[in-house]
């Protein structure tokens, strides 16, 4: 039965397509850190935390679907297992960051921290190289052994059917989203906060939280719809999945909105020049044109569309919309980060195209082998037989 749900073969095309174009743009990109060395590693950090997002995101996603369950979840769990499992390549993609912090992070440069005491207090007790690499190691500790249990339950339930092991995944639901709120906020308070060391916000964690889910989301309902077209999952994917699939994609959209307009307006309405000299240069100029554009094409466009019951049945429909915001949550990560490197003016770099496509096309590659590698469907799942009989319903009518 197993067999039934192997994965079709344009999957082990579309891996070498990417591990080629990744390769040809790591190439790229290697020539681009001859040429300008910290233009190279700006620009890998934001490649760099677009990607890591996903897995992130979809580790995120499997512990709520293992808590509450399902069909929405049950049909895209091979999905985002595959991303989970990619975790080790961004454990050592994230080297260089660590070996180019003194071309990114302001508080690498010890003169400039110590003019300011508040600022020579948080360089000597948190912000400093070796305990920023120990606190790395910790949380891809704490995600790597949560992707692992899951996925090794997983592997295990494919060979028996273990309703115990239902019952384990669903026990560490809880704890494990409460470790993946804790490791993702302070995860981005390392790698991208402190780019601003003198600036903080207490919800920064959770709209990054938001952004990775959201990134996740939209990343599985592109990948469902391209196997939803192919057998074996066209005989289990319906439009009633992409409808739940949407749903919780519009609910995502407006948390992250929640969140980035709740720190903009504590921010702005406080009207502290320690903290709104956070936005000022992020909204003037060639800044200010991508703010709004984010404005309207990550949250309103993406808001009115998603209220269409149609759409969010319609897959192709559903499928564009889930690459707007993809690109889009590049657009917008681009606009937290990049402007900390050049103050005052809009600026981009054609290493900040090269940089997201060679780390994609290398992440992409593994995933497309990582799901190949099992049955797209958790057939021994106690729900599967429902997901199943619902599915030939539907396509009865």
Not at 138 to 144: Q, S
Not at 147 to 172: H, P
Not at 195 to 214: D, K, M, Q, R, V
Request: proline letters at 5%.
């Amino acid at each position: 039965m197993n067999g039934s749900y192997t994965a079709p073969p344009e999957i082990a095309r579309f891996q070498r397509i990417a591990l080629i174009v990744g390769v040809i743009f790591l190439v790229l990109l290697m020539v681009g850190a001859l040429v300008d060395r910290g233009q190279f590693f700006r620009s890998y950090l934001v490649g760099y935390l677009f990607w890591i997002g996903i897995p992130l995101g979809c580790l995120t996603l499997l512990l709520l679907q293992h808590l509450t369950g399902g069909a929405w979840g049950l049909v895209i769990r091979r999905v985002l297992e595959a991303a989970t499992q990619t975790l080790p390549l961004m454990a050592l993609l994230f080297i260089p960051i660590i070996v180019g912090a003194h071309h990114i992070y302001p508080w690498t440069h010890h003169e400039e921290m110590s003019k300011t005491p508040a600022l020579a207090e948080k360089a000597r007790l948190y912000l400093n190289v070796p305990f920023f690499t120990g606190r790395a190691v910790l949380y891809f500790g704490i995600w790597f052994l949560t992707a692992f249990l899951l996925n090794k339950w997983s592997k295990e339930q494919d060979v028996r059917n273990d309703r115990g092991l239902t019952r384990r995944t669903r026990m560490i639901g809880g704890p494990g989203l409460a470790l993946m709120v804790l490791t993702i906020t302070f995860a981005s308070v390392d790698w991208a906060m402190s780019l601003n060391p003198e600036w903080f916000s207490t919800i920064y964690g959770l709209l990054f939280l938001a952004a990775w889910a959201l990134s996740a989301l939209a990343f599985v309902i592109a990948v469902m719809a391209f196997l939803a077209n192919r057998e074996p999952m066209s005989r289990v994917v319906r439009p009633n999945h992409f409808q739940d699939l949407g749903k919780l994609m519009l609910a995502f959209v407006m948390l992250w909105a929640y969140f980035a307009f709740s720190q903009f307006l504590i921010v702005w309405s406080g009207n502290l020049p320690e903290e709104i000299q956070w936005y000022l240069p992020r909204l003037r100029g060639g800044w200010g044109l991508i703010a709004v554009s984010v404005v309207f094409f990550h949250f309103a466009f993406p808001f009115l569309l998603l209220l269409s019951a149609s759409l969010k049945r319609n897959a192709r429909k559903l499928v564009m919309l889930a690459g707007l915001i993809l690109v889009m949550r590049m657009i917008d990560l681009f606009w937290m980060i990049a402007p900390e490197f050049n103050p005052g003016h809009f600026r981009v770099s054609w290493l900040d195209f090269v940089a997201p496509i060679s780390i994609g096309g290398i992440w992409l590659a593994l995933f497309a082998m990582q799901l190949s590698k099992r049955p797209l469907m958790p057939v021994n799942d106690p729900e599967f037989g429902a997901l199943l009989e619902q599915s030939q319903a539907h396509a009865g009518h």
